[in-house]
T-cell receptor
Framework: GQQLNQSPQSMFIQEGEDVSMNCTSS?????WLWYKQDPGEGPVLLIA?????ELTSNGRLTAQFGITRKDSFLNISASIPSDVGIYFC????????????FGQGTELSVKP | EPEVTQTPSHQVTQMGQEVILRCVPI?????FYWYRQILGQKVEFLVS????????KSEIFDDQFSVERPDGSNFTLKIRSTKLEDSAMYFC????????????FGPGTRLTVT
């Protein structure tokens, strides 16, 4: 079935550092999304990508939709303590009722 | 800013009991979804709902599960006879018909089956 492999599983960084995480799949996705989840809360949409090669920013976040449609990355620049949380990539395929397939998540810890 | 709300925040039930989880999607959204997340694991799709019918469902969404939009604002997930393995966080999400893939999630209901 469709699966997303997200890496790394966890990251421990110093405040101010840049962060990069990525998501790959063996199958093509038509839309890639990145979500952040804080403990005990629901995922919050950060960025949505619709076109192969698309590069989109949201403040200090930048995400790209891979040319092959099988991967995406998320970069966070100049990390701050409130960036702590779990980041999930998610993908969709047309004609599947909007079903989002999630990656396993990257847990980010930021040391002040 | 409009948001998805869910009630209750935590539900404890005994195995074999029926539970209904409630959601109020964002008011102008037309696509509705349920997902679940077992503790420490990824978010898994259960079902999507549009125009008063199920659009897509996963293998998890078997005959024990049902969804309903009983009125113009609520969207519910019913589990008829809960099992221990149904213990998880259940998230409702909704999206606008113009950008259906941008789904906005509620805070979740933690279901504990004992």
């Amino acid at each position: 079935g469709q699966q997303l492999n997200q890496s790394p599983q966890s990251m421990f960084i110093q405040e101010g550092e840049d962060v990069s995480m990525n998501c790959t799949s063996s199958s093509i996705f038509n839309t890639w999304l990145w979500y952040k989840q804080d403990p005990g809360e629901g995922p919050v949409l950060l960025i949505a990508l619709y076109k192969a090669g698309e590069l989109t920013s949201n403040g200090r976040l930048t995400a790209q939709f891979g040319i092959t449609r099988k991967d995406s990355f998320l970069n966070i620049s100049a990390s701050i303590p409130s960036d702590v949380g779990i980041y999930f990539c998610a993908g969709t395929v047309y004609n599947q009722g909007g079903k989002l397939i999630f990656g396993q998540g990257t847990e980010l810890s930021v040391k002040p | 800013e409009p948001e998805v709300t869910q009630t209750p925040s935590h539900q404890v039930t005994q195995m074999g009991q029926e539970v209904i989880l409630r959601c109020v999607p964002i008011s102008n959204h037309l696509y509705f979804y349920w997902y679940r997340q077992i503790l420490g694991q990824k978010v898994e799709f259960l079902v999507s709902f549009y125009n008063n019918e199920i659009s897509e469902k996963s293998e998890i969404f078997d005959d024990q599960f049902s969804v309903e939009r009983p009125d113009g604002s609520n969207f519910t997930l019913k589990i008829r006879s809960t099992k221990l393995e149904d213990s998880a966080m259940y998230f409702c999400a909704s999206s606008d018909f113009r950008i259906p893939y941008e789904q906005y999630f509620g805070p979740g209901t933690r279901l504990t089956v004992t």
